[in-house]
């Protein structure tokens, strides 16, 4: 075989995926330009390299996440019910007749109807077998994933995951808990007023169906005790009477502002060509609290802003951070700084920490976490890549802080977890280094030890 130069093989490799640009169905093209116009109402150029894709993408990434609708839980089931026995006589049960059978920690992602944005679900389901008969047990996950990949609510998708393994197995009963974990994304003014701001919120949800109707059956007992070896706090289950049902984040500002005619119509056609009724009450809102969202990623003048706010507040900030000795100079580091960002490819977000590094002399006046976090913040509350985010606050900083730089980010990032590969657990580390810490390596190691050895926060 023939070697290939750079530019022909990535030429042939996009030729050869081609993403399938060039022979998309019509429901994916559909989507496609309702993201333009989103895209466009954004105030982005469509046509820039980081975009272009996109549309494609997002289309992608949404029908593969709302699959579930073109599939029939039933269609898993049939064919995996084996026989298996069961005790009948003396005391006791076990097989296929009365033994309990739980599977433990599935994870599941679905799309929130709310406000379109994924959620993590780990997922506990058990049943009773009854008729000297048994399913394959990876059937359970595909039959909750059926009901996952939809636009849900945690209490709907326990409650239609139960009633469809009670329909399929024909069991004594069914059991189902899910803990789900959404994004609770803060609005960019807001960051600056609360610091801690929580970036999850949390509900545990259960459902049962036969011998689990009753939430204070024996079975339940046997159920619960065999979850708590998960760590799972059974005292937080989530009433399906409790005033909180809504519990999407979007909920407490979806009355506030207007958001564009255009942008939401062109939601409402992208749930439309999903397979959804925009009209039903769950989703009447989705669109306008989708769009108000997107918002906070709308392209400004970044460079006004920080000279603005940030620069003429340098005056009053003080530093707290940590300092190693090198000789006569200092490297000081502000560490754990918060960001949240959307990915411009395929418009998910992704968040977690950057730590910052920077040499200065004794004589210097170092600067203080809230300017570096303000930076953190401009960069971040845009359509973003994390390669470029860590470019940017690098430069930025080093305008502030002189040439010595050194940034560290980690992140999070929902469309490697809620989509495709979906590797749980995974997330991203960038750096990006200027002056001296470009050419000295015990600098950068120096700077680098002083990482906290923890996880980014995950839901």
């Known amino acids: 075989m023939g070697a290939l130069d750079d530019g022909h093989f990535i030429e042939e490799l996009e030729n ?9 169905d019509p429901e994916t093209a559909t989507i496609e330009n309702a993201v333009k116009v989103i895209l466009q109402g954004l105030g982005e150029d ?35 019910l084996f026989p298996e026995a069961g ?26 109807e709310s406000c379109l944005l994924p959620f993590q679900v780990k997922g506990h389901l058990g049943y009773v077998p009854s008729g000297k008969r048994v ?23 326990a409650d239609e995951v139960c ?24 609005k960019f003014e ?21 011998v689990f ?26 009433s399906r009477n409790s005033s909180d049902g809504c519990w999407c984040p979007s909920n407490a500002i979806s009355k506030t502002g207007v958001a564009s005619s255009g942008m939401v119509a062109a939601v409402a056609s992208i749930l439309k060509t999903l397979g959804e009724d925009p009209l039903r009450d769950e989703l009447l809102e989705t669109p306008s609290r989708f769009v108000k969202w997107m918002m906070n990623f709308k392209s400004c003048n970044l460079e006004m802003k920080l000279n603005g706010y940030v620069l003429g507040r340098m005056d009053a900030l003080k530093s707290n951070g940590n300092t190693a000795n090198l000789s006569d100079e200092d490297i000081r580091s502000e560490l754990d700084l918060s960001f949240w960002s959307q990915c411009e490819h395929h418009l998910l977000p992704f968040h977690g920490v950057v730590h910052v590094g920077y040499i200065c002399s004794g004589v210097a006046n170092p600067l203080g976490k809230s300017l570096l976090q303000s930076i953190v913040h401009f960069h971040g509350f845009k359509l973003q890549v994390q390669e470029r985010l860590t470019r940017q606050i690098a430069e930025t900083a080093s305008l502030l802080l002189g040439k010595d730089i050194i940034v560290v980010v980690e992140a999070n990032h929902t469309c490697m977890i809620s989509r495709g590969i979906e590797k749980i ?5 960038t750096i990006a280094v200027l002056g001296r810490f470009s050419t000295d390596p015990i600098a950068r190691a120096k700077f680098l030890q002083t990482i906290p050895n923890s996880t980014i926060c995950e839901g």
């Open 16 to 24: 050869g995926l081609n993403l399938r640009e060039d022979c998309v």
């Open 46 to 80: 469509i046509n820039r390299e980081g975009l272009r894709k996109t549309p494609f993408r997002v289309a992608k990434a949404l029908r593969e996440g709302t699959r579930g609708y073109q599939q029939n839980a039933n269609d898993f089931i049939e064919g995996a």
């Open 425 to 429: 657990g995974s997330n991203t580390a």
């Open 163 to 186: 009633s469809a393994l009670q329909q399929g197995i024909k069991p004594a009963g069914v059991a189902i808990i899910l803990q789900c974990s959404h994004i609770h994304f803060p």
């Open 190 to 210: 807001s960051l600056f007023l609360n610091p801690t701001h929580q970036g999850w919120v949390k509900m545990v949800v259960a459902s049962g169906s036969g």
């Open 213 to 238: 109707e009753n939430k204070y059956a024996n079975n339940w007992g046997d159920f619960l005790s065999l979850l708590k070896f998960r760590g799972i706090n059974v005292e937080r289950l989530h």
């Open 135 to 157: 399913v394959g047990l990876s059937k359970l996950s595909r039959v909750a994933d059926v009901f996952a990949k939809r636009l849900q609510h945690p209490q709907h998708l």
């Open 87 to 112: 005790i009948e006589s003396g005391n006791g049960h076990a097989g296929g007749l009365g033994g309990l059978v739980v599977v433990r920690d599935l994870d599941l992602f679905s799309y929130c």
